[in-house]
Nanobody, 124 residues
């Protein structure tokens, strides 16, 4: 079992930045590809970013490409999502997830463990 806990969410003005963290316990994250997803009010949960087991490969949703950066620190068992130039449409609950595989994936069905989420609110 892997327990994931997100942190770093909050209220920020449009154009600002936040860094989300996802800390794992139970098992080492070095065996998992990791992803970030988000769910806005009234919408389905959607893919944001993913990173391979080694950190060498990353995927991004077109809506965040160039503004968000996913990274991982395997010795610290933590994954990050640096979010810059935030927009009001980035407002959502952000979830991290772990997939027992090497390559990053955008498919939610491939993820085995999920965190509880952290709220990000961007005011315009």
């Amino acid at each position: 079992q892997v327990q994931l806990v997100e942190s770093g969410g909050g209220l920020v003005q449009a154009g600002g930045s936040l860094r989300l963290s996802c800390a794992a316990s139970g098992r080492t994250l070095s065996s998992y590809a990791m992803g970030w997803f988000r769910q806005a009010p009234g919408k389905e949960r959607e893919f944001v970013a993913a990173i391979s087991l080694s950190g060498a490969s990353t995927y991004y949703a077109d809506s965040v490409k160039g503004r968000f950066t996913i990274s991982r620190d395997n010795p610290k068992n933590t994954v990050y999502l640096q979010m810059n130039t935030l927009k009001s449409e980035d407002t959502a609950v952000y979830y991290c997830a772990a997939a027992y595989m090497k390559a990053p994936t955008t498919s939610q069905r491939r993820y085995d463990y999920w965190g509880q989420g952290t709220q990000v609110t961007v005011s315009s």
